[in-house]
């Protein structure tokens, strides 16, 4: 088999219908400028002929439609701008380079750099999806910002020479430029999606317009060829995604023929790849994946990552005859035959109780969005701090007010502060929720406390857990009267309302535990022995911020895949019984605590976002389990830019 014929006859393929792509486009473009200028003026009623437009409305309109394909394409990239470990969290992918939980991984990362150091690019971050099909990709920009992701199946059924051919296979994409490629190919079909929806916002505006009864007859013309136009722009942009899609799919497919090729001449084993696309064709599910996003990606990946398309035409990838063929012409249509992993879905989770308490948390304490990475890199960490986590904790004093910090560490400033976070906690306190307590805790703490609005009413939410961990050795020095007056205090307000809310539940403790102290117990416990334990934590932080219940299960059978043993059959969610369940949970031996600790750490990911209340409450939980973590390293951005790369 002639390796670099196959490599020549790929690319110079690809760049015919890279042409033909950006030709499909002009023509797509003109076209509906045309038709978009005749229906304007038809329904205006400006008779020049149904074949005889103004060419000026035509430039107008061209100019128009270029400028929504052209912003459409360039909010696209810009939302990939980060390169590719955006793609991979769309997917549900987690980060593999900081934190491996099985030999299979640990396997998959030397994979990966070995391959690294063989080819000269620098190593790619590798993420692990949570899907059981048989699959990979590789995304990014440039080789700085590339990703490697590769499903849960593959990890647990390919062999190493099987995955070594996959890996070579996905670095070919990296130095081959087909990442570039496929990322633009992306943004501009979303481009020309975009016609769509505009056509469709016009439609609705349309309807809208026509239900009212008070329109003018002017009124209805200038409706009815809006309407029409808006019927333009959907017959458009279904038409040009569909054409946009089937190039594609076939750019897609001379790429994959051409990444196969480079990962045999790489590994110098065909039987590598082969064998990996082998197991795909006898897996009872294939390479499909089940991600949210995973049809806009569909190009990206090793194998089929959707259902078999009508045609050959919109398939993605060649078929899996044809491309074991191309590597191992001796094959004898024989598959293996291999029964489906089980997923997390399909993984018995115990019934919930849907608490209020867990899944109300205010718009507030979840506006700010941190990096999930950081959570991972945080417990890898533990017990083992880093120059970039003393850096972290000299950036976090910095964004600290200096008038917070002095009342920290006054015994009447510490106490004013923790109340104030109390009260602060659901937004803006108004002067009558200071005087309603002012007869309990005295004008002077009242006082105390309106002095820290405004800078408490600025504060970062991330910044909550820091300055209470600055007021604890002021508290330490209260009197034993004094703590207990200030606990009292306190707890009778948390309880004032008749429910105590889980950031209520958490700030009281950390008080009590660092102050009071804690005893010191043996380990004693395997996980296996406090499953139920184990259920109550994982389901309150499953339940934390969601609002179905449907969703905290999948959230909980997400985090449990990682225990070789079932869950219980109940699980009662109440913070009596959370208090309990910590309390066995401490004794747990520390390899236990860690894959408990990952655990929670899936919980808190599922959705794709952590909010800095749920790391928060992460790190709180994890320092009444005796594993204070170090801070979470990485910027927090706003639920706008988080959005921009959801």
């Known amino acids: 088999m002639n390796f670099f014929q196959h490599q020549r006859h790929a690319k110079r393929r690809t760049g015919l219908l890279i042409v033909l792509m950006t030709l499909a486009v002009i023509c797509l473009i003109a076209i509906t400028s045309v038709a978009v200028t005749l229906v304007w003026a038809e329904f205006q009623g400006f008779k020049k002929g149904w074949m005889t437009p103004d060419w000026q409305t035509v430039a107008i309109a061209s100019a128009i439609v270029v400028s929504v394909v052209v912003v459409g394409s360039l909010a696209k990239m810009y939302e990939l701008r980060h390169g590719g470990k955006v793609i991979a969290k769309r997917l549900g992918g987690r980060l593999l380079n900081i934190v491996q939980q099985s030999p299979e991984e640990h396997r998959l990362l030397n994979i990966v750099e070995e391959m690294a150091l063989a080819s000269g690019t620098p190593v790619p971050w590798v993420y692990v999806l949570p899907d059981t099909g048989i699959n990979a990709f590789a995304a990014g920009l440039t080789p700085q910002d590339a990703v490697i992701g590769v499903t849960q199946g593959a990890i647990q059924l390919l062999s190493r020479d099987e995955m070594q051919g996959v890996i070579a296979h996905e670095f070919s994409h990296i130095y081959n430029g087909d990442m570039r490629i496929n990322t633009r190919l992306v943004a501009l079909v979303h481009g020309i999606l975009m016609l769509g929806l505009v056509g469709r916002v016009l439609l609705r505006g349309q309807g809208r317009s026509n239900s009212s009864s008070n329109t003018s007859s002017s009124n209805n013309s200038q409706n009815g060829a809006l309407g029409a136009v808006g019927l333009v722009l959907c017959v458009a942009g279904f038409i040009g995604t569909l054409f946009g899609g089937l190039i594609k799919a076939a750019v897609s497919r001379q790429r994959e023929y051409l990444a196969d090729a480079s ?197 970062d939410p991330g910044l909550r857990l820091p300055l209470i961990d600055l007021a604890i050795p002021a508290l330490k020095r209260l009197g034993k009267q004094q703590f207990k007056q200030f606990r009292d205090n306190l707890e009778s307000f948390i309880q004032m309302d008749q429910n105590v809310e889980l950031l209520e539940w958490t700030l009281l403790r950390i008080i009590d535990r660092n102050v009071l102290g804690a005893t010191a117990v043996p380990f004693t416990f395997n996980l296996s022995e406090c499953t139920n334990e184990i259920a109550t934590l994982l389901g309150v932080l499953a339940t934390v911020g969601q609002q179905r219940p449907d969703r905290a299960r999948k959230t909980l059978a997400h985090a449990w895949v990682l225990f070789p043993f079932d869950a219980p059959e109940h699980v009662s969610l109440d913070l009596n019984t959370l208090d309990t369940a910590l309390q066995r949970l401490r004794q747990l031996k520390p390899e236990a605590k860690l894959l408990l600790l990952r655990a929670m750490a899936r919980c808190i990911e599922h959705d794709g976002k952590v909010s800095a209340a749920e790391a928060e409450l992460m790190r709180a939980v994890a320092d009444l389990l005796d594993c204070p973590m170090p801070p979470l390293l990485g910027t927090p951005f706003n639920s706008a830019q988080q959005q921009a790369v959801a």
């Open 263 to 459: 990962a045999v001449q790489f590994t110098r084993n065909p039987d590598s790849i082969a064998g990996a696309l082998k197991k795909i064709g006898g897996y009872a599910q294939g390479s499909r994946l089940t991600a949210e996003h995973a049809a806009e990606f569909s190009h990206l990946y090793f194998g089929p990552g959707l259902a078999a398309g009508l045609s050959c035409w919109s398939a993605t990838h060649p078929s899996l005859r044809k491309r074991i063929l191309r590597v191992d012409p001796h094959w004898d249509g024989t598959l293996p035959s291999i029964a489906a992993l089980p997923s997390a879905e399909n993984i018995s989770v115990p019934p919930l109780e849907w608490n209020a308490t867990f899944n109300l948390l205010s718009s507030e304490a979840t506006a700010v969005i941190l990096d999930m990475e950081a959570i991972e890199q945080s417990i890898a960490r533990i017990g083992d701090p880093q120059p970039a986590h003393l850096a972290e904790a000299q950036q976090v004093l910095a964004r600290l007010p200096r008038e917070l910090k002095d009342a920290a560490h006054r015994c009447k400033g510490a106490q004013a502060l923790v109340y104030s976070l109390w009260f602060s906690r659901a937004g803006a306190v108004h002067m009558d929720d200071y005087f309603r307590f002012q007869e309990k805790i005295g004008v002077e703490m009242v006082n105390a406390m309106q002095g820290q609005g405004i800078a408490l009413a600025a504060l």
